[in-house]
């Protein structure tokens, strides 16, 4: 890349595109990356944002959910450190002779770490039945609920 010239990348990646196979983030459609790189002196500047829909299961209901991605991107490729180094200086290591930079693995670990760990589908999901397994957002279920712990006894007792 020449000095002062700057390139815009705007991809649109597919479900089940191989570059973010093995993450454990599934797309619910199309990710929208949108990045303009530039040179700052020696280093390369990458800033943009990947948007989309990531898929996961609420963690209360197990449905499935879709979970809005969002995140903005801001990367620095330093010459002359040692990708050992890179992380300790939140930076990725540019490749000294190179004529191309990959970018998918800096945007493949920026939309795993958008996805939240822990979806819910609504705040007030109420989960599954401790006893019997039923989803209680259709409704309560037949079991009567889960046995209460007696470890907590003492404390019912105080409530009474």
Request: with cysteine; charged share 30%; net charge negative.
């Amino acid at each position: 890349m020449e000095r002062k010239k700057r390139l815009r990348i705007d991809e649109a990646v597919t479900v089940g595109d191989p570059r973010l196979a093995d993450t454990g983030a599934r797309l619910g459609g199309p990710l929208e990356v949108d990045l303009e790189v530039s040179t700052a002196g020696s280093d390369v500047l990458v800033r943009g944002r990947v948007r989309g829909e990531a898929e996961a299961e609420c963690r209360r209901c197990l449905r499935t959910v879709q979970v809005p991605l969002d995140e903005a991107v801001t990367l620095l490729y330093r010459t002359g450190v040692a990708p050992a180094d890179a992380e300790a200086e939140e930076v990725y290591a540019l490749p000294e002779r190179g004529r191309e930079l990959d970018l998918w693995p800096a945007v493949r670990e920026h939309v795993i770490l958008a996805a939240p760990e822990y979806p819910v589908c609504s705040e007030d999901c109420p989960g599954l039945c401790g006893r019997c397994g039923a989803d209680l957002t259709l409704g309560p279920c037949g079991c009567g609920g889960p046995e209460p712990d007696e470890r907590w006894a003492a404390l019912r007792e105080l409530g009474r």
